[in-house]
């Protein structure tokens, strides 16, 4: 009686050494996951086979095109030290094709198998980009750590369920995504960038952008199943808006330049928030510790809160805001605390370098801090009514990051030199130099100009000099 072989499963067996090319024209599983096999791969005389698993061993080489085994619908060759590129299968029934940490390096072939369901190419060494999708029914596509650069393709498959193109080098603006299923997307560390457009997923659990340079607002995703927003580290500005994700659990946002948050509370099932190192206040985070958070993080912020110079009664007066309801304020002259200067607005009776800190009662590991105003009370304050607005020379917005609006009003005829110079006392530009009439002259500054950094405006006249810190940020 003939013995036909239709399966041979020798997983886990400590098999070592090569591996001879099998003759059986009856094999349809050969299981090999987890020996010590090495060598060379070849397997050209397994006409009926249709799954081949070698995963987790030492096969080097090339991997080989398998054209013997025309049957092939999955295919397993990860975790093993090939060194060559992936080839082009013909394989037109190919539902599976797993090669993680296979050693592979080189140019993607054109990916086209219409039967694909599975792709899993990550933890190897490619080069180029990633090529066009031709795999309609392809559910799961995971080309993470792969060293693939360029521009994304637009991704036309509707069956995808999990896509993962996270630590690349990819750029560009995120593609068109007709993924009307997709449930996770997960793009972080790559080189992304550009607004990111409106998302519509009805399926998608999970999104992760982090660590692009993805820039502009936020818009105003329709995400309802979301669980998982991580966002965090990229260059996202402005209010992060009232999103629809009512199931959302954990939301990271660090790393970016949100200026204001809606009311988090809403978010019933929402267990860990990660907001560091944005552009918060008080008054976004003081309620926040109540909510009960399992992980909650908000104490470094990049905030610098504006200090306000005006002039009244003959001496100045400097104010700082920051939103919040439970602040407490602590004036600073020459890194000093000031005796009871423990208000928003405060005296500068006498020159010095004025700074504000800014605690909470609520929010009690958060610390920020005002804008540095150098006060030199040897220029010559303005009789009342001189002034209008109570203005003496002032920059705003202070910080700035686009452009800045320097004012200054002489309460009479004088001729000054206006210029910005670095913390080493070296004159970086001249605004104005001559003649001034009384009242308001205003002189706009292009940032372009500055890089990022702290820089001082040095008003001098024939007797008196005014210095007022100003800061350049992102």
């Not at 054109?110 to 039967?115: L, S, T």
Request: net charge negative; charged share 20%.
């Amino acid at each position: 009686m003939r013995t036909v072989v239709t399966a041979l499963e020798l997983a886990n067996n400590g098999l070592a050494g090569d591996l001879p090319d099998l003759d059986l024209a009856n094999l349809v599983l050969l299981d090999l996951e987890r020996n010590d096999l090495t060598g060379v791969l070849q397997l050209t005389r397994l006409p009926a086979l249709r799954s081949l698993n070698v995963s987790f061993n030492e096969f080097s080489g090339e991997v080989p095109l398998l054209t013997g085994s025309p049957l092939l619908q999955l295919l397993d060759i990860s975790v093993n030290q090939f060194t060559s590129s992936l080839p082009a299968f013909s394989h037109a029934g190919l539902r599976e094709l797993k090669a993680r940490n296979a050693g592979l390096s080189g140019q993607l072939p054109k990916i086209d198998w219409p039967q694909l369901e599975l792709l899993s190419l990550s933890d190897n060494a490619f080069s180029g980009s990633l090529p066009e999708l031709h795999v309609p029914r392809i559910e799961t596509l995971l080309v993470y750590n792969t060293e693939l650069s360029g521009r994304l393709p637009d991704i036309d498959l509707p069956e995808l369920r999990v896509c993962n193109l996270a630590n690349n080098r990819f750029t560009g603006p995120l593609p068109v995504l007709n993924t009307p299923r997709i449930e996770v997307l997960a793009l972080g560390h790559n080189l992304l960038s550009g607004e990111l457009p409106l998302l519509q997923f009805a399926f998608l659990h999970t999104l992760n952008i982090f660590n692009n340079q993805f820039s502009g607002p936020l818009p105003l995703f329709e995400l309802p199943a979301l669980e998982t927003l991580n966002i965090g580290e990229n260059d996202i500005h402005g209010p992060l808006p009232a999103l629809n994700i009512p199931h959302i659990e954990d939301i990271v946002l660090q790393g970016n330049a949100f200026s204001s948050l809606p009311a988090m509370g809403a978010y019933e099932e929402l267990d860990r928030l990660i907001l560091s190192r944005n552009k918060l206040s008080f008054g976004d985070v003081e309620l926040l510790p109540a909510l009960g958070f399992r992980q909650l993080a908000y104490e470094v912020q990049d905030t610098v809160l504006p200090v306000r110079q005006i002039v009244e009664n003959n001496s100045f007066r400097l104010e700082t805001i920051a939103r919040g309801e439970f602040n407490t304020y602590q004036w600073y002259r020459n890194r000093i605390a000031v005796p009871a200067a423990q208000s928003a607005v405060m005296s500068a009776a006498t020159s010095g370098e004025y700074f504000c800190l800014v605690r909470n009662e609520r929010a009690t590991g958060m610390i920020l801090s005002s804008d540095t105003v150098i006060v030199d009370l040897a220029l010559p304050v303005p009789e009342d009514g001189d002034a209008a607005d109570g203005l003496l020379l002032t920059a705003s917005p202070n910080p700035f990051s686009e452009r800045l609006v320097i004012s200054y009003r002489p309460a009479r005829a004088t001729t000054q030199r206006l210029s910005i110079v670095n913390t080493l006392g070296e004159e970086l530009a001249l605004i104005h130099d001559g003649y001034l009439a009384p009242g308001l002259r205003q002189w706009e500054l292009d940032s372009r100009l500055l890089s990022r950094g702290l820089y001082f405006l040095v008003l001098r006249g024939a007797s008196d000099t005014a210095t007022v810190g100003i800061l350049r940020i992102d």
